[in-house]
């Protein structure tokens, strides 16, 4: 089973002459590594910051780019809806964290509309600030809200980017795509398949289909970025930390032929692969006790420590 490709780029400008070429491996389901995103940013400064478990979660939802002060009644007033300033005292770090979140947000928006030029747009987007350590996560296609089906809505296609702001580098292992994994594990799979794609990738990792396919590992070195599509390419991060990730959707422009969902590109896998489905698999009740990649990858490591 032939691993998905990932085609490595040394820096930012480079891919962005090319984007067009770059921009059908993205939809033909290649990673792409920017060695240099070529994001001036603070990285002595992001690196002393360390997220404790209960912060997991910094996004751009809890507006954490948002200008940490308003102007009232003559005066700077915290301004609380940006929730870090519930989590930094110091108004001067506080400040400075703001700007250095809000100055990565920007550059990674900007990269995404040149990248996609005049082709597609972005319909919705978000950030995730993740300061922690991020240890073997297991191989596996992301899968949301417990595999629930119609989730991807018409028309868009997930673009991500992970940016890593470590000092160290972030090391993932890449399977196959979703495309290669069907091909080859035809006769693995159960006999009829769920209609919906996040529903197939959540049985996937339930059955531990993944497990021992072939992997290539890949180091994102620091101040570098990973595009990937994680539903449509198996992958799994080994050891990571500090890592700022813009998750996107995409829509073609008007006169531009409208993108296919991740919904789309595994219905036509199905078709081609002459493979069953079943909109049975609605209820998946059955699978949600079972352990995923993510509980197998904590036991192996438990395991490992104890012995
Ligand atoms: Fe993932």
């Given at each position: 089973m032939k691993v998905a490709e990932i085609k490595v780029i040394k820096a930012r400008r480079e891919l962005l002459n090319k984007a067009k070429l770059r921009r059908n491996d993205f939809f033909n389901d290649h990673l792409i590594l920017?060695?240099?995103?070529?994001i001036k940013t603070d990285y002595d400064f992001l690196n002393v910051i360390q997220a404790e478990q209960y912060i997991?979660?910094?996004?751009?939802d809890n507006n954490i780019?948002?200008?940490?002060f308003n102007f009232v009644d003559g005066k700077l007033e915290k301004n609380?809806?940006?929730?870090l300033t519930t989590l930094i005292d110091n108004e001067n770090v506080l400040w400075k964290t703001a700007v250095e979140f809000r100055e990565i947000e920007r550059e990674l928006l900007h990269f995404t509309e040149l990248f996609f030029w005049n082709q597609y747009r972005i319909a919705v987007s978000g950030l995730t600030y993740r300061f922690y350590p991020t240890t073997d996560e297991g191989m596996h296609f992301d899968t949301f809200k417990?595999?629930?089906?119609?989730l991807f809505k018409p028309g868009t296609r997930a673009f991500k980017v992970f940016f890593n702001v470590d000092k160290e580098d972030r090391i993932w292992r890449v399977g196959p795509t979703l495309q290669e994994f069907c091909l080859n594990m035809k006769d693995d799979l159960p006999d009829e398949l769920p209609t919906d794609v996040n529903s197939f990738c959540y049985v996937v990792d339930k059955l531990g289909l993944l497990d021992g396919v072939n992997v290539q590992e890949v180091a994102i070195p620091p101040g570098g970025m990973m595009i990937a599509n994680g539903t449509m390419a198996a992958h799994q991060v080994v050891y990571g930390n500090r890592m700022v990730c813009l998750e996107a959707a995409i829509k073609a422009m008007d006169g531009v032929p409208t993108v296919p969902t991740e919904q789309d590109s595994y219905r036509s896998i199905v078709r081609k692969l002459g493979l069953r489905t079943t909109d049975a698999f609605a209820d998946l009740e059955e699978f949600h006790a079972l352990d995923g990649s993510y509980e197998r990858a904590k036991k192996r490591l438990e395991n490992s420590g104890a012995a």
């Open positions: 920017v060695k240099d995103a070529e997991k979660k910094l996004s751009t780019t948002q200008i940490p609380r809806e940006n929730l417990k595999g629930r089906p119609g």
